[in-house]
């Protein structure tokens, strides 16, 4: 190790310099996993997109310029919990990549399972 030189030397392929996927894509990469059979869609007057599952139990808000009285909520993520268990809430910001969001609700819809009645 040389001490004649203070602080950090590297080199550019030290810093493994990457490019990321910014800004916020397509949407469509996150609706389009949705079926008309298993789930509602409603744009509403502000052209916000609210998809519910029909058990109601799910729900995916799209906020293309921010959901009102957040800060910059561009989608949301929610499953409703049962009596034993607590449910949970996912926001990401506007500026996140659809492909993002698309992930998790790909993650999401792979744990969810059809109740199957008797």
Same mark, same amino acid.
């Given at each position: 190790?040389?001490?004649?030189?203070?602080?950090?030397?590297?080199?550019?392929?030290?810093?493994?310099?990457?490019?990321?996927?910014?800004?916020?894509?397509?949407?469509?990469?996150?609706?389009?996993?949705?079926?008309?059979?298993?789930?509602?869609?409603?744009?509403?007057?502000?052209?916000?997109?609210?998809?519910?599952?029909r058990d109601g139990r799910f729900y995916?808000?799209? %906020?293309? /310029?921010?959901? @009102?009285?957040?800060?910059?909520?561009?989608? *949301?993520?929610? =499953?409703?919990? &049962?009596? !034993?268990?607590?449910?949970?809430?996912?926001? %990401?910001? /506007?500026?996140? @990549?659809a492909q993002v969001v698309a992930a998790? *609700?790909?993650? =999401?819809?792979? &744990?969810? !399972?059809?109740?199957?009645?008797?």
């Amino acid at each position: 190790m040389d001490t004649a030189k203070p602080g950090f030397s590297t080199t550019l392929e030290a810093l493994r310099l990457r490019t990321w996927r910014l800004g916020p894509g397509q949407p469509a990469m996150v609706i389009d996993q949705f079926t008309d059979e298993d789930f509602k869609l409603v744009v509403d007057d502000r052209a916000d997109m609210h998809i519910n599952s029909r058990d109601g139990r799910f729900y995916l808000g799209w %906020f293309p /310029t921010g959901r @009102p009285g957040t800060d910059g909520d561009g989608w *949301v993520i929610a =499953v409703t919990g &049962t009596a !034993t268990a607590p449910g949970y809430r996912v926001t %990401f910001d /506007t500026e996140t @990549p659809a492909q993002v969001v698309a992930a998790v *609700v790909a993650e =999401v819809m792979a &744990t969810s !399972t059809p109740v199957r009645s008797h």
